[in-house]
């Protein structure tokens, strides 16, 4: 176990509906990092909060956003669902910006 | 734009055998390689590789990185069925703070 907690574990959503997964890091790590994980893909960077900033951003439109609160907890949010948003949302805490990432259980989506 | 790619895509042995798990990249201004096991959901950290011909070993897991010809491995003696996973390859780069990851190796140890 990596102490990084995520929920929901499931849920199910319709196309134009929103979402909200919740990730709280491991304690003392002041950095989150958001990944994408479609069947059979590797994870994709969504973006970074460190220091509640965010601090880096992947190929990922808007719709997709995120916060990071003081005690490191992190939200994150994506508006007007498309049925290809349907994939495994890891969440990930490090020491720092670049460190070794310690991932949570995941949050998976599926959106009909 | 930055690239993983890991060999072979999945692969089948015996309880017993030595695997080679193979990663290469071609990334603008290289910091790290990183390699995890992905058993079910969430992957874990098995090794960050920084310089050359440095092998890293934990147990019967090792793994070295070459960065003059761009790729690493990642060899595992004595595989068990309990080393059945996604094994996971990623680079981290320049002053980006995002890990690229390869589409993973899947590996099957059969009994």
């Known amino acids: 176990e990596t102490g990084v907690t995520q929920s929901p574990t499931h849920l199910i959503k319709t196309r134009g509906q929103q979402v909200t997964l919740r990730c709280s890091s491991q304690s003392g790590h002041n950095t989150v990092s958001w990944y994408q994980q479609a069947l059979g893909q590797g994870p994709q960077f969504i973006f970074q909060y460190y220091r509640e900033e965010e601090n880096g951003r992947g190929n990922f439109p808007p719709r997709f956003s995120g916060l990071q609160f003081p005690n490191y907890s992190s939200e994150l949010n994506v508006n007007a669902l498309e049925l290809d948003d349907s994939a495994l949302y890891l969440c990930?805490?490090?020491?720092?910006?670049?460190?070794?990432?310690?991932f949570g259980e995941g949050s998976r989506l599926t959106v009909l | 734009e930055d690239k993983v790619v890991q060999s072979p895509l999945s692969l089948v042995v015996h309880e017993g055998d030595t695997v080679t798990l193979n990663c290469s990249y071609e990334?603008?201004?290289?910091?790290?390689l990183l390699w995890y096991k992905q058993e079910k959901k969430a992957p874990t950290f098995l090794f960050m590789l920084?310089?050359?011909?440095i092998e890293k070993k934990s147990g019967r897991l090792s793994s070295i990185l070459d960065k003059k010809e761009l790729f690493s491995i990642l060899n595992i003696t004595a595989t068990q069925t309990g080393d059945s996973a996604v094994y996971l390859c990623a680079v981290y780069t320049g002053t980006a703070s995002k890990l690229t990851f390869g589409t993973g190796t899947r590996l099957q140890v059969t009994l």
């Open positions: 990334v603008t201004n290289f910091r790290s």
């Open positions: 990930a805490s490090s020491l720092e910006p670049t460190g070794e990432l310690f």
């Open positions: 920084t310089s050359s011909g």
